[in-house]
């Protein structure tokens, strides 16, 4: 199917050029095994994947037998549904769980509560999550004879913020990102939890520390 349920500009969008094999590059693959085994984690039979990108993780899961509906702003990518992520054109609870990842950085940060409980009127489970993140983050794995893994991950507050330099915006099209100011990581999840979701998990992939993902429950 494809439904187009949107008329927007468009331009700040990745489009199909966009996901290249240098796209590919710098733990990103990595980073989709985290979007699979979050959505796989709610043993969902319907998903939702909001922006399509290179299909690769909705191809995954459709591999395993379980619906996948990819929706995109984006024409060009080719998605399910053409849609904005702020009017999902989809009943109540049409989905058991949703992903939204490295997504809402593309809309400015005063749409992100109206996106936010978009998602979760369509969830009826919940969403995997994931959005940029600069602040400094690191992970220590200690491992030992006889001895269970030990995995320490800890993140440095930013002191003082800076405001997000304008060539990362006309570079990659993020209105914002988290640890630039004025988005604090307090901030965002203030503006998750106000639209109507439980945090249930947060952890930065170890490859692609960038990625700071959310595992949400309904």
């Not at 085994?37 to 899961?61: C, D, R, T």
């Not at 053409?82 to 054109?89: G, H, K």
């Not at 400094?136 to 991950?153: E, G, T, V």
């Amino acid at each position: 199917m494809s439904t187009t349920s949107v008329q927007q500009d468009v331009t700040l969008v990745p489009g199909a050029e966009h996901y290249s094999l240098k796209y590919l590059r710098g733990g990103r693959l990595f980073s989709y095994a985290h979007q699979i085994k979050g959505a796989l984690s709610f043993e969902p039979q319907k998903v939702a994947e909001i922006g399509a990108g290179g299909k690769m993780v909705a191809a995954a899961i459709r591999s395993i037998g379980i619906d996948v509906t990819t929706i995109d702003v984006q024409p060009d990518l080719k998605p399910d549904v053409v849609a904005s992520v702020t009017e999902l054109p989809f009943e109540d609870g049409h989905f058991d769980v949703v992903l939204c990842c490295q997504v809402l950085e593309h809309l400015p940060f005063e749409q992100f509560d109206s996106a936010m409980r978009e998602l979760r009127r369509v969830a009826r489970k919940g969403a995997i999550l994931s959005l940029p993140d600069v602040t400094q983050s690191f992970i220590m794995n200690i491992r030992l004879p006889k001895i269970p893994n030990l995995s320490i991950d800890w993140t440095l507050p930013r002191l003082r913020a800076k405001d997000m330099p304008k060539k990362r915006f006309e570079k990659s099209g993020h209105y914002w990102e988290i640890g630039f100011r004025p988005y604090p990581i307090t901030r965002v999840r203030k503006a998750i939890t106000d639209a109507g979701w439980t945090i249930d998990e947060e952890w930065r992939v170890p490859e692609r520390r960038w990625h700071h993902f959310f595992r949400l429950v309904v």
